[in-house]
């Protein structure tokens, strides 16, 4: 058999800690590595877009403000001109971060470099670096995993996600009536029930944001690493494109469903007043105001 199917689980693997060799110092996963790089990344990505910027926008320059006009257009649709372009950075910012952490599961080396547990044998090495082949290749500790494979990753982006729009809600309609969302209590008993279901549902978000895009890449990850092992070198290449797409699919999701309850928290839920709206085509006459004489009959 040329390779094992590797141990699937969910915690992460702490590769070392910081100060090295302090197991109660800082522990750095094999998830944390490849976040850092993916921040690096996108640092560089953008360094090498706007290094030297052209008033007629080419390459990588014209790809990434395509990208962002876009993006801004359904901000503004959505959110209002104000707003849209106010919540424009987060979205962004959200999008492109989960779309590359997403897209690792596809790079050659992810999960199949890595070392091995001390006593082992049997699996193939290049030095200190041990591959994903062998008889013992499933005793293998990789050196990088995907991101959003890590819950602890997903659940710190929904987290933010969360309270960056309830810090939005408080700046727009000021804390009092912010509150009101969740303390209702105007409207009797069923505006108290409905606010607590609204609190109630500002945390099922943080769970159903971080769960959503954690349960889908995880599953994807799992399917490659099986489909590779049932048919070698070939098996999972057919399922690439469709991670591309899975992989797009959830950060494109991610990022409009934070656009939409950033609206939502802008947004003031105060019905108007009966006695302000009128009650027929034509504004009453004051009272003072005398008829005038060719209506009076």
């Known amino acids: 058999m040329l390779w094992q199917l590797p141990h699937i689980g969910v915690p ?97 080396g992810v999960e199949s470099l890595g070392t091995v547990e001390p006593g082992v044998h049997g699996a193939q090495h290049l030095g200190p670096i041990y591959f994903l082949f062998g008889t013992n290749s499933n005793h293998l500790t990789a050196w990088l995993r995907p991101p959003s494979t890590d819950l602890n990753l997903t659940l710190a982006i929904a987290i933010i996600s969360v309270v960056i729009t309830q810090i939005y809600g408080f700046r727009k309609l000021g804390a009092f009536q912010h509150i009101t969302k969740y303390l209702n ?45 049932l048919v070698p070198f070939a098996g999972a290449t057919a399922f690439y494109f469709l991670e591309l797409f899975v992989g797009f699919i959830q950060a494109f999701v991610f990022a409009m469903l934070t656009l939409v309850f950033m609206t939502l928290a802008v947004t003031s839920h105060e019905h108007p007043e009966e006695h302000d709206a009128p009650t027929s085509g034509h504004a009453a006459a004051p009272a003072h105001e005398p008829i005038p004489a060719s209506t009076a009959a």
Request: glycine fraction near 8%; aromatic fraction near 18%.
């Open 12 to 108: 992460v693997d702490t590769l070392f800690y910081i100060p090295f060799g302090n197991p109660n110092g800082f522990p750095v996963s094999n998830t944390l590595i490849i976040t850092w790089v993916t921040i690096l990344v996108i640092f560089a990505f953008f360094f090498v877009a706007f290094r030297k910027p052209k008033l007629v926008p080419r390459g990588i320059q014209n790809l990434v403000e395509w990208t962002f006009q876009l993006l801004l257009n359904l901000c503004e649709e959505v959110a209002g001109k104000e707003d849209g372009r106010r919540f424009f950075p987060w979205v962004a910012t959200i999008f492109m971060f989960v779309l590359l952490a997403n897209w690792w599961e596809i790079v050659p």
């Open 185 to 229: 209590y105007h409207e009797g008993v069923m505006g108290i029930l409905v606010g607590i279901l609204e609190f109630v549902l500002e945390l099922a978000r943080i769970i159903s944001f971080s769960f959503r895009l954690f349960g889908n890449l995880f599953a994807g990850d799992v399917l490659l690493l099986v489909m590779a092992f």
